[in-house]
């Protein structure tokens, strides 16, 4: 795993060891990323289920100012920290050791507002649906924030109901990316 773009193209990541944490495949991570296209103008990353922390790091190279990164694993904590500081981004970012599958209660207060949310929770497990219905109500999205969420092929987000626009959809082998857009 490396860095695709930006200030620190190139530079690798650290992986886990094991299957307990499933990192973005270089490939997807470019693709949603040329799907996303500049970066310019975002100003706060919320990754959710941030694994190895790979899609934050990648924003942040590109130019995002601050990132949030919650996931409830400590291994996936604890190699994101590692990333973090290989890369010298501790003072652009925030880790958070929070059970995102029971809410999303730890980002009721948050002082930023996320224009960029990425959400890679476990496969087939019905997270998606379920974090994407809790996450309107924390009050911790920019009107107009942009959404990427990897999921199985097999768990088709229901968005009936939710502030959501889905603007795309991309499937790679087994892996799909949906990009949803924010309607407040």
Do not use: Q
């Not at 970066?39 to 941030?50: K, P």
């Not at 949030?68 to 003072?91: G, Q, V």
């Not at 109500?137 to 999921?151: C, D, I, M, Q």
Request: aromatic share 8%; charged share 25%; hydrophobic share 40%.
């Amino acid at each position: 795993m490396r860095i695709i773009s930006g200030t620190h193209r190139g530079r690798k990541l650290h992986s886990p060891r094991g299957k307990t944490i499933r990192p973005t495949t270089d490939r997807v991570r470019e693709a949603i990323f040329n799907i996303l296209g500049p970066l310019n103008g975002y100003c706060a990353v919320l990754d959710l289920f941030s694994g190895t922390g790979a899609l934050a790091l990648e924003a942040l190279s590109r130019g995002v100012d601050s990132a949030l990164l919650i996931d409830h694993d400590p291994a996936a904590l604890a190699i994101s920290r590692k990333n973090i500081r290989t890369l010298a981004m501790d003072s652009r970012t925030r880790l958070l050791r929070w059970n995102i599958a029971r809410n999303l209660k730890c980002l009721y207060k948050s002082p930023v507002a996320f224009d960029l949310v990425f959400m890679d929770p476990p496969y087939d497990r019905g997270l998606v649906t379920h974090t994407l219905g809790d996450l309107p109500s924390t009050g911790a999205l920019a009107p107009g924030a942009r959404l990427v969420v990897e999921h199985s092929a097999r768990e088709i987000p229901d968005i009936t109901g939710l502030p959501y626009h889905r603007v795309d959809k991309r499937r790679y082998g087994k892996v799909l990316v949906a990009f949803f857009t924010f309607m407040l």
